[in-house]
């Protein structure tokens, strides 16, 4: 990407902000800051010297930031932009990472002023572990990343923060609304975490399950290795749309219990190849 | 592996017999062919060096065959064996690389004659893809290989095949009764496909899912891609054991769905820190 003349200033150097610095680093931007409470992060921040200068106060690099991203749970974002609301810079393009979307972006647009745009993110890129130790610019490489914009934002500053993810290594951006999003989020990635978990915790077998398990039990519990706080956050702000793909699932559970109850073999078959079919055009 | 003097046929040359053959023919043994009704098959095979040569009919190579290698569907295994039995060379080890074995191996041992050595085996590897264009010899690499001894079976030929298959990269070998081995492998293996498939089964967004998905997605669904003939097999040959997984499964759905409907995040919050902490052993 050329010319990326801002300064930019990321919040919180977990997992997706370390990330955030490393890929955006490399794209070599004006001033690339970054706030966090932890200043032992910080401080790793700036020996990998994936970031300019590091705060703990948020003031002064979000006075001067043209670009800032939250890259906090939920919440704390809504906390964040309500707390520091005067003091982004006019025009600034604020931008956030979480993984609901309907509740944070309707709130923020309710009271950010008119020179501000918060445009909502949603990276689809993450691992199973946290923490800026585990941060890799690389995670974005491949990653779709979903943008949520609402009417009042200015599309050039949509079209500018898709550059950006895209230079950062994403294969491509899609944008849709807030409300939407959270409802095909609960599928494809809230609905699997859930069913990780419940695969881990139905493990009553007695045995080390890790020699009798191959690619199959390894790859669908992956997630279950989960962070319980960011995860119960997520979980308990999409409730409505969960218990609703919950339930679809849970249908096509029962099509397969019963037909292998009753040995519905072409049932089976023809459940099996739809699934093939269609896990086939997802790359 | 010193000394692997002996001579091996493997039945069927797709994804599994396949890799059999290229990790067996780097620890040269005397001879190995392949059988498979597959003229192409064979001469694949035999263009890619893998096998000393390959036959359409069984006869000629069982009789002088040491060990043979079954990769077949597990009916197809046993029809094998029945059709053959009179075939093999004295003192033969036959084994199998099927996912279910209760049944086969009793089956089989009602019948054999004294001189054979029928060991189940199952190989804790396999692929979503099947065939032999998509067979490797890593796929044992750092998995575990499961064998079903039964008491009439030769402790120094179990533990001739637990030599080979470490020799071939697995990184462990595992024993266990055939009963118990399905009913273990009914959680670890077949339900994961079955959620897999329910999974992808469960999507009526009518949105381009890959777009919206990240790992967790992908990879729940990996297996998805399934063989729907095989897998129809396999699961009708195991239903009670399925049919008791699964609902231990639905009960941990139902008590996360339960704690979401309620808003319980204490219960979320422990009901991830318990799957958290299983996943982490399992490697």
Redesign the interface.
Known sequence: MEGLDFNITIVGLGLIGGSYAMALKELKPKNLWAVDVDENALNTALNMKIIDKGYKEAEIPLKKSDIVIIALYPKLTLDFVKKHIKDFKSGAIITDVGGIKEEIVNNINSFIPEDLDFIGGHP????EKQGLNYASKDIFKG??Y?FTPVERNKEENIQLLERIVKSMGCK?T?R?DPKHHD???A???H???????????????G????????????????????N??L??EL??SN?DN??N??E??????K???NA??E?N?SL??S??????L??????
Chains 1, 2 share one sequence.
Do not use: Y
């Not at 689809?124 to 691992?127: S, V």
């Not at 269609?278 to 790359?283: C, H, P, S, Y």
């Open positions: 689809m890129a993450g691992r990653a779709s979903i491509a899609v849709i409802e095909v989020i599928f494809t990635s609905l699997p975490h859930i069913l990780a978990v419940a695969l881990v915790n139905s493990d009553l077998l045995v080390e399950t890790s020699l009798f398990a191959a690619g199959s039990f390894k790859d669908s519990t992956r997630v279950a290795q989960i319980a706080d995860w119960t979980l308990t409730r969960i218990i793909k919950l679809i699932f849970e249908e096509n559970i099509i397969l219990k292998i109850a040995n073999c089976i078959k459940e099996f190849e739809k699934a093939h269609r896990r086939k055009e997802i790359v």
